[in-house]
């Protein structure tokens, strides 16, 4: 029997240029379908800064606009702000939501922007060649630490979420992964709730999304999908970080 796949309505029909096991085509793919099932095809806006996810406009079927590197909230910002009745989310990397991006992403969660970050966490610097990034774990090898990380000289893994989550603006912070099906519906799951919570006009909401790296972190597929259950969520533990929609449906 021949298997019919189904592709989501507002997801082009490009191929991915992402490699083999990447999760950035998951997450495209999660997005698109939320936008059909959600009704936001003419509202929703995304901002996709430089990096692995830089031609995220030649996917996902809705109004796009680039941002500098790490300015992904502060855009986001302006557009909503000029554009309120819109959906506007970031889909950043840890190289840039983490990084160059931090103190654009802390502030606009501080001032309760009602947006939503969508940040893809594969612990690495994807796009420029392996370099270890802010959420590269102690003793994981990239191509700038050859010998692993070393902490004492490098500083500890950035834990962007739980650091956004205790500013007040900030609504509802979840950390999901698509390493197998069942994370996949969660992210889902996910990113619905942090679209929604835009939509009621609650404040700022982000999704962190563990994702596989398979060619800088030198594995094959599967072995970068265990990788995630047996050592990255040891360091970003998955689950709710923060949700107080009930109190702000409360006021």
């Known amino acids: 029997m021949k298997t019919i796949y189904s592709r989501p309505k507002f997801l082009k029909r490009k191929p991915f240029h992402y490699c083999p096991g990447c999760g950035h085509s998951i997450v495209h793919r999660i997005i698109a379908e ?9 509202k929703a806006i995304g901002i996709p800064p430089p990096g692995c996810s830089v031609f995220a406009y030649d996917y996902l ?4 606009a680039e941002s500098a590197h790490g300015r992904g909230a502060a855009v986001a910002t302006g557009i909503k702000r000029a554009f309120p009745e819109a959906i506007v989310f970031t889909y950043q990397g ?29 612990a690495v610097y994807g796009m420029t060649g392996g370099q270890m990034a802010p959420t590269t774990l102690g003793n994981q090898k990239t191509t700038t630490t050859p010998y692993g990380r070393d902490v004492k000289l490098e500083g ?6 739980e650091m956004v989550a205790l500013v007040k603006g900030a609504i ?5 992964a698509v390493n197998s099906p069942a994370n996949i519906r969660k992210t889902k799951k996910a990113i619905r709730k942090a679209f929604q919570v835009q939509i009621d006009g609650l404040g700022f909401s982000l999704v962190e999304i563990l994702s596989p790296c398979p060619t800088n972190w030198k594995m094959s597929p599967l072995e ?9 969520t040891k360091e970003f533990p998955l689950g709710v970080i923060k949700d107080i929609t009930g109190e702000k449906d409360a006021d």
């Open 224 to 232: 970068s999908w265990q990788w995630i259950d047996e050592e990255m």
């Open 61 to 64: 079927d809705v109004d796009m």
């Open 94 to 122: 840890d190289g840039d939501l983490a990084a160059i991006g931090t103190g654009e992403t802390i502030h606009a969660a501080n001032r309760g922007e009602n947006i939503t970050a969508i940040f893809i966490n594969n």
């Open 34 to 42: 939320l936008i059909d099932e959600m009704d936001l095809q003419d």
């Open 172 to 176: 509802y912070i979840e950390r999901t």
């Open 156 to 161: 500890y893994p950035i834990k962007m979420s």
